[in-house]
């Protein structure tokens, strides 16, 4: 896999969780208190720093068969949910995720919660809504740069993509101050969950011995084969979805609270 | 005791997610593809079939249970 690939993974990534811990931000930044709030994300993103400079090295101590079958394996699990949840989204199976509705859904709660602050918080919580959101989104894209980086013997360039994602949205988080409803989040869940569908399969499957016809080219064919695959299912599935009944295609359930993707 | 649930739900959430057939789908097949390549085949195709099954079977749960609400 060449740089570019792995700084592309880990960036989509990254730029896709990063605009849901924005809206988180905004929210208690704006219902609350911005001095508090960015307090919290600034927290959340050291203490992410340090979960990656501790598994970082932890990561590539395992023997490389071991860590590509477990790695692989978790990248696999990982890849088929984004995969699943961006498939029910584009098929109508599934609300699409609302950076707007979110917004306001935080911004209410945020303003019916109490007051107070703690030590050099003004408003404790604005930095817990803030710590918890950042971090939280964070996780999976730390896990993604540990384990991309190691397999790939390039740590760095996967922190890049994570760093250039975190800035770029950050950028325009400032510069718009309000949710990025605009970012073609499924699209890049979808691109992402196929990245990690072909990658874990590739890992997991030369973890447990086997070996590809073609090596490291096999990928070449593995990646657009799952986006395929999963492109089926979306025109299959939005066949027989809510959409086809209905012609104004309203999506049927709510997000998954509490979803890491 | 609360705390510690909190602890393990989080994890298995963030690992497992909302199927945890696919999980345990996933294992499955990688334990049966190391067992036959320790047999002597090179079972590489094993693991893209599974993924496939697996994905398949995933989604049709997931919209079976959305239609019965």
């Known amino acids: 896999m060449s ?13 896709v969780e990063a605009v ?66 961006a498939v029910l989204r584009g098929s109508g199976h599934k609300a ?14 945020a303003r019916a919660a109490a007051g107070g602050g703690r030590g050099a918080v003004r408003d404790w919580y604005a930095f817990t809504l803030s710590f918890k959101g950042t971090f939280l989104e964070g996780l999976e894209v730390a896990f993604i740069v540990v384990t991309f980086g190691n397999n790939q013997k390039d740590v760095p360039v996967a922190v890049l993509g994570a760093l250039a994602a975190v800035v770029l949205v950050a950028a325009v988080g400032v510069a718009v101050r309000a949710p990025l409803a605009k970012v073609p989040e499924n699209t890049m869940k979808f691109v992402v969950g196929t990245m990690l569908t072909a990658f874990g399969v590739f890992w997991a499957t030369e973890g447990t011995g086997a070996h590809w016809p073609g090596s490291d080219t096999s990928l070449l064919v593995l990646v657009p084969v799952v986006a395929l695959v999963a492109l089926g299912c979306t025109a299959v599935l939005r066949r027989s979805g809510p959409g086809a009944k209905n012609s104004g295609g309203t999506p049927s359930g709510a997000p998954v609270e509490g979803s890491l993707t | 005791m609360t705390l510690l649930r909190t602890f393990a739900m989080f ?5 497992v997610g909302d199927d945890w057939r696919v999980a345990v789908g996933v294992v499955l097949a990688l334990a049966a593809t190391y067992g036959l390549v320790r047999g002597g085949v090179d079972a590489w195709w094993l693991p893209p079939v599974a993924v496939v099954l697996l994905l398949g079977l995933s989604l049709r749960r997931a919209v079976r249970s959305a239609r019965r609400g």
Do not use: M
């Not at chain 1, 740089?3 to 730029?15: H, Y």
């Not at chain 1, 609350?32 to 927290?43: C, E, K, M």
């Not at chain 1, 699409?96 to 709660?109: C, G, P, W, Y």
């Open chain 1, 96 to 109: 699409l995720h609302d950076e707007t509705a979110a917004f306001a859904d935080e911004v209410e709660a």
């Open chain 2, 11 to 15: 994890w298995y959430d963030f690992i």
């Open chain 1, 3 to 15: 740089s570019w690939v792995l700084f592309l993974t880990v960036f989509l990534a990254c730029t």
């Open chain 1, 20 to 85: 849901e811990a924005l809206t988180v931000i905004l929210a208690a930044g704006t219902a609350r208190h911005w001095g508090s709030a960015l307090q919290g994300a600034g927290a959340a993103l050291v203490a992410l720093a340090a979960t990656v400079a501790v598994l970082g090295p932890a990561v590539s101590l395992i023997p490389i068969n071991g860590l590509r079958l477990v790695v692989g394996a978790l990248l696999l699990v990982f890849g088929l949910q984004w995969l699943r949840k």
